[in-house]
C-alpha cells in the first residue's frame, strides 16, 4: 500500500495569516477530462483537516487544485487559482501550497 499523500496550504500576504475558509475543488485530468474529486475547505491554519489524496487513493498522473479565492474574500482580484501538476511516484509526498497576494500568487512544491 502506497504512503503517499496530497496536502495544501493556503497564506495570505495581505494579512500576513493563514487563508481560513478558502474552498477548493480537486480534479484528476484524465485524457483531457477533469474527474471531480472532491471538495474540501481550508482550516483556521490554512490547511486541510486531512490529506486531499492519501495512500492508494494518489495516483500517477496529473492533477489539479483549483482555489475559491472570490468564495473566500469577495471583491478581490482573482475569481479562481488553478494549479495543475503532476505525480510522478504515488508513494511521494506532494505539497502544494498557494502564497496569495492581492495582486499575484506563487506556488511551489512544498514538503
Do not use: K, Q
Not at 91 to 96: P, S
Amino acid at each position: 500500500m502506497s504512503a503517499g499523500r496530497l496536502t495544501t496550504h493556503v497564506l495570505d500576504t495581505a494579512t500576513g495569516r493563514p487563508a481560513s475558509g478558502m474552498p477548493l475543488d480537486l480534479y484528476r485530468l484524465i485524457e483531457g477530462e477533469r474527474l471531480h474529486l472532491g471538495h474540501f475547505r481550508t482550516n483556521a491554519d490554512g490547511r486541510c483537516d486531512a490529506p486531499l489524496l492519501a495512500g492508494g487513493a494518489l495516483l500517477e498522473g496529473e492533477y489539479e487544485i483549483v482555489f475559491g479565492v472570490a468564495a473566500w474574500r469577495a471583491g478581490g482580484f482573482y475569481d479562481e487559482v488553478p494549479i495543475r501538476f503532476r505525480v510522478g511516484d504515488p508513494a511521494g509526498h506532494y505539497h502544494v501550497p498557494l502564497i496569495l497576494a492581492p495582486f499575484g500568487y506563487s506556488t511551489y512544491r512544498g514538503s
